[in-house]
């Protein structure tokens, strides 16, 4: 198992090093970890092969006219079996006594999606790139407004899935004919 982090700043990789304590891990231990800079909105060859991608609370610190760069770097090129992506859900805001009104949660976010919009945006986002996506709360889900963090969770169609469709459509369209 290969374990590999991405930062565009250096500062967060030294951060992320001193926190996981690499420079105290076995060699055996260590050499699975890998911290780069790097950004995901760009494609990188060295992110390619991978089983999964997890990004936690990321998408939110991009200019939305980013988000489709990120979209092909991560779902186009790299092409993970799996993809997690957690973000805020704004609409629980309002359960933060201390976040007033019409403000996000931290400073370098540059948007805060409702649960809609985060799911109009992950079924795009599926359905471009060959991806079935499911929705999971993080934290308590409030009746109201959600919980306080979404996820979506996307898993790459397979060749298997994609030729069963192809020959039940085929099986349709000769069933039709005759």
Do not use: C
Request: negative net charge.
């Amino acid at each position: 198992t290969e374990i590999v982090g991405v930062d565009v700043s250096m500062r967060a990789l030294t951060i992320a090093s001193r926190r996981l304590k690499l420079d105290r891990m076995g060699e055996r231990q260590a050499d699975r970890v890998t911290l780069r800079q790097g950004s995901l909105t760009y494609t990188d060859k060295r992110l390619t092969g991978y089983d999964a991608a997890v990004l936690s609370e990321v998408i939110e610190h991009l200019d939305l006219p980013r988000l489709p760069a990120l979209e092909y770097a991560v779902f186009g090129a790299a092409r993970p079996g799996t993809v997690l992506v957690t973000t805020p859900n704004v609409e629980y805001n309002v359960r933060w006594e201390t976040l007033p009104a019409g403000y996000v949660r931290h400073g370098d976010h540059r948007f805060e999606w409702t649960r809609a919009e985060f799911r109009d945006w992950a079924g795009q986002v599926a359905e471009r790139h060959g991806y079935t996506v499911r929705y999971v709360p993080v934290g308590p889900d409030d009746p109201e407004v959600g919980p306080p963090t979404q996820m979506a969770v996307f898993t790459r169609a397979d060749t298997t899935t994609t030729t069963t469709t192809t020959t039940t459509t085929e099986k349709k369209k000769e069933a039709e004919a005759a």
